[in-house]
């Protein structure tokens, strides 16, 4: 049986970053608000665990992208497929990840791609030459983390 999972990604503004990569991806930003609500109305959840970002109340400290194509909970907002979280830590980034993620561009749309991506906010590291097998941009999103833009 196939396990479910979610990708998770330090960072040191979560809703911030994850307006960047549902930009950058075509991704939905969850709206946790009526869970949010609900919890708060019931007495289960502090103000304190909570903040306003873009109009809409969310959890201090963490924020989630979905792709807009996969199930999601109603109540909760939280997607059930295709999933980056991020969750905000006290250290900063310090060296190169372990993990990244490759974005894949349209036939013939690399450039046009890594433009839209510098827009929102990345920026370049070095471009790759692998010969035959083609070449790709190393860039970092807003806050420093690696990716690769094929």
């Known amino acids: ?65 979905r792709h807009p194509d996969d199930p999601f909970d109603e109540i909760s907002g939280i997607g ?5 979280l991020f969750q905000d830590v006290p250290e900063g980034k310090t060296g190169k990840n372990r993990l990244h993620l ?7 749309g690399r450039d046009e791609l890594v433009a839209r991506l510098v827009e929102l906010g990345a920026s370049r590291v070095r471009e790759v030459d692998q010969g035959p097998a083609g070449h790709w941009w190393v860039m970092r999103d807003p806050e420093g983390n690696e990716y690769c833009v094929a």
Not at 35 to 54: K, M, S, Y
């Open 1 to 65: 049986m196939a396990l479910s999972w979610k990708l998770v990604i330090d960072s040191t503004n979560a809703p911030v970053l994850a307006d960047f990569w549902a930009a950058a991806l075509g991704y939905e930003v969850e709206d946790p608000s009526p869970l949010i609500e609900r919890l708060l109305g019931a007495g289960q959840l502090g103000e304190a665990a909570v903040t306003e970002h873009r109009g809409r109340r969310v959890f201090r400290g963490y924020a989630a992208i």
């Open 102 to 108: 490759d974005v894949h561009s349209e036939p013939g």
């Open 80 to 84: 059930r497929g295709r999933r980056l």
